[in-house]
């Protein structure tokens, strides 16, 4: 089994940064792929971020230039750089991550870490 731990979140003024960090632990044989998501009330999951292990990303149309995610494959590790943060960017921000086993393919997700950018 894998935890994927979050950490980074809590309250920021519009305009502010943060960073988001996520954990890989457990039976790792590699990580193909990890990325955020996000959830705000009301309203669906949707993509924030995603890298895989040779560093491509994708990003959602509404951080791109202002989002910026890492990958340390030492550290089975994934960062969220959150800069310009807007009042809509407050949402749950969860992880996730699709990882190889010894013996399969394995996706998780994160318990989820709050933004919350104040106007």
């Known amino acids: 089994q894998v935890q994927l731990v979050e950490s980074g979140g809590g309250l920021v003024q519009a305009g502010g940064s943060l960073r988001l960090s996520c954990a890989a632990a457990?039976?790792?044989?590699?990580?193909?792929?990890m990325g955020w998501y996000r959830q705000a009330p009301g309203k669906q999951r949707e993509l924030v971020a995603t890298?895989?292990?040779?560093?491509?990303?994708n990003y959602g149309d509404s951080v791109k230039g202002r989002f910026t995610i890492s990958l340390d494959n030492a550290k089975n590790t994934a960062y969220l750089q959150m800069n310009s943060l807007k009042p809509e960017d407050t949402a749950v921000y969860y992880c996730?991550?699709?990882?190889?086993?010894?013996?399969?393919?394995?996706?998780?997700w994160g318990q989820g870490t709050q933004v919350t950018v104040s106007s």
């Open positions: 457990g039976k790792i044989l590699s990580i193909n792929v």
């Open positions: 890298i895989t292990h040779d560093g491509n990303t």
């Open positions: 996730s991550a699709e990882i190889e086993h010894s013996w399969d393919l394995g996706g998780y």
